[in-house]
């Protein structure tokens, strides 16, 4: 055991020496290699944060959303229909919500306007989130004038602006009060956007939301498992798309990795007939070979993975966002909150750390194989 | 399909495991047809420079099938979410047909390359190659294995599609599960514990006695044969409500998970790394009868006997933490 | 008493192509532990081919080699490297020092698929290019070394395993008059402490010398004279 640490060591000395004595090749090598790991690296980190942002909200949105629908399209909900939910076993608290989108011409954006719950402020007055608040430059105070569906304009003064915990959902949000929104969007009393409901045993969400379907048929019942499956199809969508183009780059260095392995200099070439000559065996050369290649990958990945990580969660992904995270005048300004872990690494390896070994294995083994007599014969 | 950067993973992984093997493959057809060690030919010297190559790949062919099985799993996991009722990746893998199979190929894949490997390791210490025969007529036996595990992912990859329903582990593993997962789940918890004990028990006596005396290496593989599918069987229906804290919860992926303290991974590598080790020894008995072998071979015996004692006993230690120090009596 | 014998031994390269070089056409000897033999011969006549035979550097197309009564023909490589490595100690024409590492380096470098710890073998490194006098130059680059002193560090790597033979092609090749005779004194040195020198050389001052005590001549693969 002691003798193969030793031996180890020694090669492991060497096989270093040897790549920094090469170090132009072999440091371009480890920078295209880490480019590749930190690019495909970012769209999974990226995702991953975003899958796990979602998540959280979801956590906390009503179990079963109902909307009604007419000729096929989304339409207001009366409130009667809140009335029959109500009969429904299982059902527990049932309430009608208002929300809707609104397109402001100045900054040439969207909001999400929404009564919540419990609105805290009054009437005449508007919660925004840090998107709004960014494209309209608002702060506490100030007032904000949007244009009512009668082309009349519905005067409201900035309460207070969202924080920014979570700013991938509200960073568009106006909240307002009820009176304010049936003004602005024409919205007649008694009748609501959606209705959401709780359901009492968590078991029969999926029995309660048919009960819902067969009692009033022109709604549609959707679950939160439901949506968080959306959700979810769309990240690894969005994901699985960019790894596919990164899959070129990947490609890429694949070939450039095989090229410079088997493209031995002469130099090489000599040493490792040197190395055979004064008795060195081919197993020997071939440690030697995945010492090196252990270190070139193990810099790349660990350089790759840092960047990465300092790209998606320090600067807040500028390369990928646009692509995986959809168009919006309001991005989101969030920070993402890191999520990495075994699992992302282990795909990782095999999109890069994989790749590359298969395509260097077979031009070290020749490289290994040099006739020892090869340097005397020459 | 599903764009998943998981799947792709292991579609890149498989497609790298596949050509590494059948490049392996074809080098050991080649020698075994052209090989005759007495010759001084050069195309004697090319073979034998082939060997080196081969045994590199393999190699790494069992390195990746591990990490790969490790990756399957927790993209099932991942996965989950887009399958109606699918909970974990006991989930996922019904989800399509094949999922199962895939799995079991893996652990099948993982478990020969490295038995493959410690033959090639036995060869490498006689000096007239004496089990090269053997050695590469198993690695054509196992080549078409690991081809058909590629090409049923593939096949159960492209035909996942999001929102199937499927059964979660709760009804999966619980007893009244159809098919073999809920057999697994079914059996009575006692038998699977005292299967599993017995089992442990003489590869651990079997590798203790193997160690000391350098004999019964045939019990110890065969003891180490059956641990594998009893240590397996165990996990599901005798252990796993331990761990959860929950009688009726059967499910060997969930162990995997941050809230179980993620205690799978030691429990299933020493469970793989006794049976391995146990099962190596086993193999070797035969060779020791070879005269260029008599030495090396029982010496590398007593070292698997030793490794598969070990963890043959930090397997014990780690089912008897989880079931003793669980909160469910049962 | 012979430690070394070939029998029939015949290298051909490039067996069955267009060119197809049979450079050792059978040829048997009997090498004497403890002396100092000379192969020589004119170039192509297989001097350095059969040096790589002798020395376990390649397998023979065939005929069959034994060392202390052992065969060693057929042994898988891993095997055979064993065997050269305890025996023999290796000093090429052009020395084949690995530029841009260091002296020491460079000494070590045969001992290091033995895995002896990291001092141990400094240690002895340090007493061989001490004992070649070429010590004080242990830190600086391979490439930077005069020819002399190349000699000396190549013979220090030859002899870092602690080899019983050592085998030298043209080791006087690129080396002036007075260099060439302070090889040969130190050929005598390792003579006196027990090593086998063998060597190729057509170089009249090697072949001339008081200190070798056989001389062996080749021509066109075969030995001419000096055969037992």
């Known amino acids: 055991m002691r003798t193969w640490l030793a031996r180890q060591r020694s090669l492991l000395d060497f096989a270093l020496g040897s790549l920094w004595r090469r170090k132009g090749k072999n440091l371009a090598l480890t920078a295209v290699y880490a480019l590749t790991v930190a690019a495909v690296a970012s769209v999974l980190f990226f995702t991953g944060a975003l899958r796990a942002e979602a998540a959280r909200v979801l956590a906390g949105s009503p179990e079963v959303v109902v909307q009604r629908m007419v000729a096929g399209r989304h339409d207001l909900l009366p409130a009667g229909h809140l009335q029959a939910l109500r009969g429904i076993r299982g059902v527990g608290e049932i309430r009608g919500r208002l929300w809707g989108y609104f397109h402001d011409p100045t900054p040439q954006a969207n909001y999400t306007i929404q009564v919540p719950d419990r609105f805290w402020g009054e009437e005449g007055q508007a919660v925004v989130g840090q998107g709004v608040a960014r494209a309209r430059r608002l702060a506490p105070g100030s007032p904000l004038d949007l244009v009512a569906h009668d082309g009349s304009t519905l005067r409201l003064r900035v309460r207070e602006l969202l924080a920014s915990g979570s700013e991938l959902v509200s960073a568009d949000l106006v909240l307002i009060s009820e009176a304010d929104f049936r003004r602005l969007f024409g919205v007649p009393p008694g009748v609501y956007t959606d209705a959401v409901l709780t359901v009492r045993n968590p078991r029969e969400v999926s029995t309660v939301a048919a009960k819902v379907a067969a009692a009033l048929p022109d709604t549609r019942p959707i679950t939160r498992e439901e949506l968080a499956r959306t959700y979810e199809s769309i990240f690894d969508w969005r994901a699985g798309l960019s790894v596919i183009v990164l899959g070129a780059a990947v490609l890429a260095f694949v070939v450039v990795a095989w090229d410079k392995a088997s493209g031995l200099s002469a130099e090489e070439r000599r040493e490792i007939g040197v190395l055979k000559a004064v008795g060195w065996e081919t197993s020997d050369v071939l440690a030697l070979k995945a010492w090196e290649g252990a270190a070139v990958s193990l810099t790349a990945f660990g350089a790759g993975v840092l960047a990465a990580y300092a790209h998606v969660f320090l600067l807040g992904a500028p390369i990928f966002r646009p692509a995986l995270q959809g168009w919006s005048v309001l991005y989101p300004q969030f920070r993402l909150v890191p999520e990495v872990g075994p699992y992302q690494l282990a795909t990782l390896f095999f999109l890069s750390v994989a790749p590359y070994t298969a395509a260097t294995v077979v031009p070290s083994w020749r490289a290994a194989t040099v006739d020892p007599d090869a340097v005397m014969r020459s | ?330 | 008493m012979s430690f070394l014998s070939l029998r029939e031994v015949r290298k051909v390269y490039h067996q069955g192509r267009p060119d197809e070089l049979a450079a050792v056409r059978g040829v048997s000897l009997e090498l004497e532990e403890g002396q100092v033999i000379v192969l020589r011969g004119p170039s192509g006549s297989g001097k350095t081919s059969l040096l790589t035979l002798v020395g376990c550097m390649a397998r023979p197309t065939s005929g069959r080699i034994f060392l202390d009564g052992r065969e060693v023909t057929s042994l898988p490589e891993r095997f055979l490297t064993e065997v050269r490595r305890r025996t023999f100690g290796f000093v090429f024409q052009q020395f084949h020092l690995l530029p841009g590492i260091p002296v020491l380096e460079n000494v070590m470098l045969p001992a290091y698929p033995l895995g002896l710890p990291r001092p141990t073998l400094e240690r002895r490194a340090r007493e061989l290019l001490e004992l070649l006098r070429v010590d004080h130059r242990a830190r600086a680059r391979a490439d930077w070394l005069s020819g002399g002193e190349a000699q000396r560090v190549a013979i220090a790597r030859a002899l870092i395993n602690d080899p019983r033979v050592i085998v030298a092609d043209e080791p006087t090749a690129h080396l002036d008059s007075k260099l060439a005779l302070e090889l040969l004194e130190l050929v005598a040195d390792l003579r006196r402490r027990g090593k086998t020198v063998l060597m190729a050389s057509h170089d009249a001052v090697v072949h001339d010398a008081a200190v070798v005590d056989r001389r062996i001549s080749l021509r066109d693969g075969r030995v001419e004279t000096g055969a037992p």
């Open chain 2, 1 to 330: 399909m599903i764009l998943h950067p998981g799947a792709l993973a292991l579609l890149v992984a498989s497609v790298a495991t596949a050509g590494l093997l059948l490049h392996a493959a074809g080098h050991g057809l080649v020698i075994l047809r052209h090989w005759d060690l007495s010759s001084g030919s050069e195309l004697q010297l090319r073979l034998e420079r082939r060997t080196y190559l081969v045994s590199t790949l393999v190699g790494w062919v069992m390195a990746f099938e591990l990490v790969s099985l490790f990756l399957y799993v927790f993209t099932a996991d991942a996965l989950a979410p887009l399958f109606r009722g699918a909970m974990c990746a006991a989930g996922s893998l019904r989800a399509a047909p094949g999922g199962y199979q895939v799995l079991v190929l893996k652990l099948a894949g993982a478990v020969l390359a490295g038995l493959w490997l410690l033959l090639d390791h036995a060869d490498r210490q006689g000096f007239d190659y004496p089990l090269l025969r053997p050695k590469y007529a198993a690695l054509l036996a196992v080549a078409p294995l690991l081809l058909a595990e590629a090409w049923l992912q593939l096949r159960f990859l492209t035909a996942l599609r999001p929102q199937v329903i499927t059964s979660c582990c709760g009804s999966l593993f619980g007893r009244s599960g159809a098919g073999l997962a809920g057999d697994l789940a079914g059996l009575p918890p006692r038998a699977a514990a005292a299967a599993f004990l017995a089992a442990a028990g003489a590869a651990l006596l079997a590798a203790v006695a193997l160690r000391r005396t350098g004999r019964g290496a045939l019990p110890l593989a065969l003891a180490s044969a059956l641990l594998l599918p009893a240590g397996l069987a165990a996990a599901i229906a005798w252990v796993s409500p331990y761990v959860y804290e929950l009688p009726t919860h059967h499910c060997p992926f969930c162990l995997l998970q941050r809230e179980y303290l993620g205690i799978g991974y030691p429990l299933y590598a020493a469970l793989l790394g006794a049976s391995v080790a146990g099962m190596g020894a086993g193999l070797l008995a035969p060779f020791r009868r070879i005269p260029s072998l008599a030495q090396a071979v029982p010496a590398l015996q007593r070292r698997l006997a030793g490794a598969a004692a070990v963890l043959g006993a930090a397997l014990l230690a780690i089912v008897a933490w989880a079931v003793l120090g669980s909160n469910l009596k049962g």
